[in-house]
Nanobody, 120 residues
Framework: QVQLVESGGGLVQPGGSLRLSCATS????????MGWYRQAPGKQRELVAI???????NYADSVKGRFTISRDNAKKMVYLQMNSLKPEETAVYYC??????????????WGKGTLVTVSS
């Protein structure tokens, strides 16, 4: 059974940095592309960064040059280094596979996420 546990969120001032971590379990990590998603209050969840099993990365235009996604296949961990954070990036951040994991009933599976608040 796959589990996703995000951590590392918190309160940070505009322009500050945070590093998010995602611990995964199960057998699919090594063969899956992984992504970091975020959902701001009142908005739809969006994909902000992807890393393939081979380490190729891609980013949403809004975070290019400021966010860095990485993975440790041996530890089954995914990370997101976020620099120069903006207030509008306040959101709950989630990791997941790309495409998103499905439960047996066909519903998307999500972890609890980690809240990032960017505010002075």
């Amino acid at each position: 059974q796959v589990q996703l546990v995000e951590s590392g969120g918190g309160l940070v001032q505009p322009g500050g940095s945070l590093r998010l971590s995602c611990a995964t379990s199960g057998n699919i990590f090594s063969i899956s592309s992984m992504g970091w998603y975020r959902q701001a209050p009142g908005k739809q969840r969006e994909l902000v960064a992807i890393i393939t099993s081979g380490g190729i990365t891609n980013y949403a235009d809004s975070v290019k040059g400021r966010f860095t996604i990485s993975r440790d296949n041996a530890k089954k961990m995914v990370y997101l280094q976020m620099n120069s954070l903006k207030p509008e990036e306040t959101a709950v951040y989630y990791c997941n596979t790309v495409p998103v994991l499905k439960q047996n009933d066909g519903m998307d599976y999500w972890g609890k996420g980690t809240l990032v608040t960017v505010s002075s």
